[in-house]
């Protein structure tokens, strides 16, 4: 919390009162686009992940029944 503080006291002296909204709302904007990617991200991990999965367990149900 107190490192938050100390970048947001630096941030205002540096950039001034003018600029802090424009500044604040590039790096929401920011932000928000790094999460989406993140989520999208997860998305196709977890997605390959199912199907190797799905691929593994077809191919254990194929070698048993050739047994």
């Known amino acids: 919390m ?12 540096l950039l001034g ?4 909204p424009s500044a604040v709302r590039k790096i929401a904007r920011m932000m928000g686009k790094l999460q989406r ?4 991200f997860k998305r196709q991990m977890m997605s390959l ?12 149900k194929d070698s048993s029944s050739e047994a």
């Open 49 to 60: 992940d199912r199907k190797i999965e799905n691929e593994v367990e077809s191919s254990l």
């Open 37 to 40: 990617m993140s989520d999208e």
């Open 2 to 13: 107190t490192t938050w503080l100390i970048v947001a006291a630096l941030a205002l002296i």
């Open 17 to 20: 009162p003018k600029q802090m």
